[in-house]
Structures are given as C-alpha cells and as structure tokens.
C-alpha cells in the first residue's frame, strides 16, 4: 500500500472512531435522559454528519479547482 | 494544447457529475426532512416504551461501518488497488443486507408493540422504510459496481462509477444519523 493511501485509510478509521463516539453518546444520551434530551442529540448528530459529509463524501471537491 | 483541452474537459465533466449527485442528494435530503419534521408535527417527543433503542444502536454501528468500508473501497480504487477495492465492496454489501435484517427485526417487534395503523406506527414503518429501500438500492448498486470492478472497468485515473456510487451510500448512513435519534432516542 502506497504510504498517501495508508494515511487516507488511518485518516478514514478516526473518522470512524469519532463517529462510533458520537452514536453512543447518543444513545447514553437517549437512555438515561428521560425528558429534554433533544438539545443534546441535536448537538451529536449534525457534527456526526457533518464529519461523513466533509470526510467521506469530500464535500469540498465541489469548490476545489483543481485534483 | 489539444491535451490540455482535454484533460480540461474531463476535469469540467467530472465537476458537473459532482454539482449533478450532490443536488441530487439536496433532493433526496428534502424527503429526509419532510419525514423528520412529520415526525415532530403529528407525534411530538413522544416514543413507545417498548422501541428497541439497543437494535437502533447495533444497526446505526453496522450502516456507520459499512461507510468506513465503503470509503476504503473508494480509496483502493482511486490507487489502483482493485484487489482492496473489490474486498471493501464486498464488506459494505455485507454490513448494507445485515443493516436490513436488523430492520425487519425492528418491524417484527414495531407490528407487535406499534403497528401502521397507529400514529407512531404510521411513522415509524415510513420512516424506515423510505430509508430501507434507499439501502436497498445502494447494495443493488454496489453489487452492480463490484462485478464491474472484477471485469477491469475502473483504473486510478478513471472511477467516477466508484465514486458516485460510495458517495450515494454515505449519503444514506448520513440520513440514517439524523433518523435514529429522531425515532429512537428524543423523548
């Protein structure tokens, strides 16, 4: 494996990683919080896609000039 | 001149695939929400007791999982690792049918405690189900990429196919992270 494609699939597995976090805050969130819990799972989730967004869907190619 | 005419061209066709998919996912997102918000109007905050919260969990993990493979399989194809590639494809449609089985347990359990004709019920089988079969498509089209990756179609200069195809499957886990906390876990 070329070392730049190495670095992009470590680069992938933290993304990974912070998204693993953020889904189970989540559910500690959901469980334990019986009432008012929405403000917070608002908090997780949008930053949860926004990182699969920026990430792994490389939003900013749209606006990138050149490859 | 002539060649860099066409590397030009090709980078400009590449960037209006991009501009065309990622409208497309605006599109799509714009279904996403209505189901969201119809959520919030006709049910408020409110959640049965008995939603397996701890499935949700299990097949959020599984979809989020199955985009770390995905983006592997991106990342092998645009290296030129075909053996890599086609290895990740193969994990995302795993993950992508074990997501769905997770979900027709959800429904099994979701017609016993809360079926269609109730207003939870009415959402909830929605809800999933739009995204199901939005899964559903997506290993149908990564099935259709896998064999044609096996027959040499993409190279390291050449996987847009790849590309749309993976950025399609994020885009599903994307909306499945804005709809488990929205079904599940708000109360």
Do not use: C
């Not at chain 2, 497309?24 to 049965?48: C, M, N, V």
Request: glycine share 10%; net charge positive; hydrophobic share 55%.
């Amino acid at each position: 494996m070329k070392s730049d494609q190495r670095s992009l699939m470590r680069l992938g597995l933290w993304v990974f990683v912070a998204l693993m976090v953020v889904e189970i805050l989540e559910y500690i969130v959901g469980v334990g919080l019986k009432r008012g819990a929405w403000p917070f799972l608002v908090i997780l989730a949008v930053p949860g896609a926004g990182l699969i967004i920026y990430y792994f869907m490389h939003i900013s190619q749209l606006w990138r000039r050149e490859e | 001149m002539a060649l860099a005419k066409e590397i030009h061209g090709a980078y400009s066709r590449l960037h209006t695939n991009r501009l065309g998919l990622w409208l497309f996912f605006l599109s799509e997102l714009f279904i996403f929400a209505a189901l969201i918000s119809s959520r919030f109007y006709l049910q408020g905050f409110y959640r049965p007791a008995e939603l397996n919260q701890l499935l949700g969990l299990v097949i959020s993990v599984i979809l989020v999982l199955s985009s770390l493979t995905a983006y592997r399989a991106e990342i092998a194809s645009a290296h030129g690792d075909q053996r890599r590639f086609r290895l990740n494809i193969l994990f995302t449609i795993s993950l992508g049918l074990i997501f769905l089985i997770g979900v027709v347990i959800e429904w099994r359990e979701g017609f016993h405690f809360f079926p269609p004709s109730t207003g939870f019920g009415t959402l909830f089988f929605t809800m999933t189900g739009v995204h199901a079969f939005h899964v559903l498509t997506g290993i149908i089209a990564l099935t259709i990429l896998y064999f044609l990756g096996r027959s040499g179609r993409f190279t390291s200069g050449s996987y847009w196919g790849v590309e749309g195809v993976v950025k399609y499957w994020h885009f599903v886990d994307v909306a499945w992270v804005l709809i488990y906390p929205t079904l599940y876990l708000v109360s």
